[in-house]
């Protein structure tokens, strides 16, 4: 058993008892759920090499199809996340045919313009409830038995949940298919005349990327009790991809480590900022709370200029050069 | 649905004045992407920094609309060099999506530093006092201001067209977008090319911020929502050609305002529809060339 399996069951391990040792069951639920929104992402941007700015439609999308099965069709909770999943990976189809016309940056403008569409829509529909956004998503009983309405018992259904993607996720990368998507990534034209129909494995990346991405929604619809607008903004599309960066992209623990720093970031730079102007004296810093913005497009500077390996790309390399391989 | 000829004019006219602002936007695009290969997502930020400069010089030093005209572009143009040669030239050696990350950053920190000192409420703007007002043609109203917009951003579109396509400085250019080393190789300045390009498009979408300040609310966030539509029109017009990228982005404003007058509820998305559309039937884009 190799040193990273190991890493991989100390998290688990962690995560199982975090209820007990004082973490705050909702907050780790939502960080689960960008982290595997952000483990979704980095399968289509790290290792298929395809940069979707529109990855929030799919979160949002299915936030708000699980949300209204839930709440107004009264469906429970495995078909709700089913039905959202689902709905992901529809729309990631119909974005992918779409976008994976057009090579490279064209790629990214178009997933971007497509998923403002969704936004636009999701505005003005009747049924998302326009800015308010959907509320009142009741937490029902997982296949009729466990009733979710227990803190407790969703951790451990959206720890189960999150871990079997992650799984599904790791076998995928691993797998024969995973090794054509590394190869179109470092060189598609090499991977087009080796006889592969590129476009229709770039095709099934982004749908599969698109579904995860719709799990992850639909399950923060589900611990959150609500869907709202902020979910299918283009800042969400953003974050996803500062999470992957600053992670490391194409690393597999990348998004999960860039997904905790961006949530803990974005909930505690008040803090932060208070105790950063208390120890230099600055007043400034104590307004840093309101300057989210400005910090997270900060990182970004730095870390396209800097620090583009990620934290755990700069690990993984910092190992291999203290082995002799670098 | 009864619709008065005067009233479609003036739809028409509104339609245009927006379509202006997508034709300067997404031809300093065309134009930094087409040397530089880099989306240049502050863009918006950048038509907004024009915009808020003019208010800010207007409310602090009572300095008015015509000398924020030339003056907007010029300090927003600097400000490009300055984008250009500390950030933007460690990326090139990179993949594109590095440019467009790096510029998306850029992008929240100006808009985050303005939302942090302004807020996210509009600050008003007043039409300079000689374009006040409105005349009768006879078959329609014409508000001043807003012909003058369109008017402007014609002349500004056309003589960039012009630069770019017909004179020796243009020439060099658009032969730095197609080999840059050889070009170097005869003795051109590249890269104080690769720099002047850029603040010129900043200074473009800055000169788009300050026609805009009396017509559209001026906010920190003004950018945001109408640079993703101008990525739409780049896809749709193609980057290959100026005059492309100019009437495809007269065009859209065009039928988006009269999307607002029969069906307004589609309004916001008109243009990604027809991003769509085009997508499907022709990939390239209109006036594109498979790059």
Same mark, same amino acid.
């Given at each position: 058993m190799n040193k990273k399996t190991i890493g991989y069951l100390l998290l688990l391990l962690a995560l199982i008892v975090a209820p007990f040792v004082g973490a705050y069951p909702v907050f780790v639920m939502k960080l689960l759920c960008f982290a595997l929104f952000a483990s979704a992402f980095n399968l289509l941007?790290?290792?298929?090499?395809l940069l979707s700015f529109g990855h929030a439609a799919f979160l949002g999308g299915s936030a708000y199809v699980a949300g209204y099965a839930m709440k107004v069709w009264g469906f429970t909770p495995e078909i709700g996340l089913v039905l959202g999943t689902l709905s992901g990976a529809f729309l990631g189809w119909v974005f992918g045919v779409l976008a994976i016309r057009r090579q490279g940056i064209y790629f990214a403008m178009i997933t971007l313009a497509l998923a403002q569409m969704m936004f636009f829509v999701a505005l003005q529909a009747k049924f998302t409830g326009g800015e308010d956004g959907l509320q009142g998503v009741p937490r029902g009983k997982l296949f009729g038995l466990l009733d979710l309405q227990n803190d407790l018992v969703m951790y451990y259904v959206t720890l189960a949940v999150v871990v079997l993607a992650f799984l599904l996720i790791v076998r995928t990368i691993h797998s024969p298919f995973g090794q054509v998507l590394k190869g179109i990534k470092e060189n598609e034209p090499r991977a087009i005349s080796l006889g592969y129909d590129t476009n229709r494995f770039k095709l099934l990346a982004f749908v599969l990327s698109a579904a995860l991405a719709g799990l992850a929604g639909s399950l923060k619809t589900l611990v959150l009790g609500f869907a709202t607008l902020s979910d299918v903004h283009w800042t969400a599309s953003g974050q996803v991809i500062l999470m992957t960066l600053v992670g490391g992209l194409g690393t597999l623990s990348g998004p999960l480590l860039g997904s905790a720093v961006v949530v803990l970031l974005e909930n505690k730079i008040g803090e932060m900022g208070h105790a950063i102007a208390g120890l230099s004296g600055i007043e400034w810093f104590n307004t840093l709370g309101e300057s989210v913005t400005m910090v997270t497009g900060l990182i970004f500077v730095i870390c396209v200029l800097a620090? $583009? $390996?990620g934290i755990m790309g700069e690990i993984i390399a910092f190992g291999e050069r203290l082995r002799g391989k670098g | 649905m009864t619709i008065s000829l005067p009233g479609l004019l003036s739809q028409l006219l509104l339609g245009l004045v927006n379509g202006s602002f997508y034709a300067i936007l997404s031809l300093g695009l065309a134009v930094i992407f087409g040397l530089l290969n880099v989306i240049n997502f502050a863009h918006g930020a950048l038509f907004m920094v024009g915009a808020i400069l003019s208010w800010m010089a207007m409310n602090y030093f009572g300095i008015g609309y015509w000398v924020m005209l030339l003056a907007a572009p010029l300090l927003v143009g600097l400000f490009g060099v300055l984008i250009e040669r500390l950030l933007l030239r460690w990326i090139y050696k990179l993949d594109h999506l590095y440019g467009l990350l790096l510029t998306l950053g850029l992008t929240l920190l100006i808009e985050g530093a303005f939302r942090s000192v302004y807020g996210v409420s509009g600050l008003s703007y007043d039409t300079p006092d000689l374009l006040d007002g409105a005349t009768n043609l006879g078959f329609m109203v014409l508000p001043n201001y807003r012909a003058w917009v369109v008017l402007a951003s014609l002349v500004v579109c056309f003589a960039t067209w012009f630069v770019i396509e017909k004179t020796k400085l243009g020439a060099y250019l658009r032969a730095g977008t197609e080999n840059p080393r050889l070009v170097e190789a005869f003795g051109i300045n590249v890269p104080l090319m690769v720099t002047l390009t850029y603040a010129f498009g900043a200074a473009l979408a800055a000169f788009a911020g300050v026609l805009a300040a009396p017509v559209i609310q001026v906010s920190p966030l003004m950018g945001q929502n109408l640079i993703i539509v101008v990525f739409a029109v780049v896809v749709i017009g193609g980057m290959g050609s100026i005059m492309g990228s100019i009437l495809t982005g007269l065009g859209l404003g065009v039928i988006e305002g009269f999307t607002k007058v029969f069906y307004p509820e589609a309004s916001s998305t008109v243009v990604f529809f027809i991003m769509v559309i085009v997508l499907l039937i022709r990939p390239a884009g209109l006036f594109g060339k498979e790059r």
């Open positions: 941007l790290g290792y298929t090499g620090f $583009r $390996r | -």
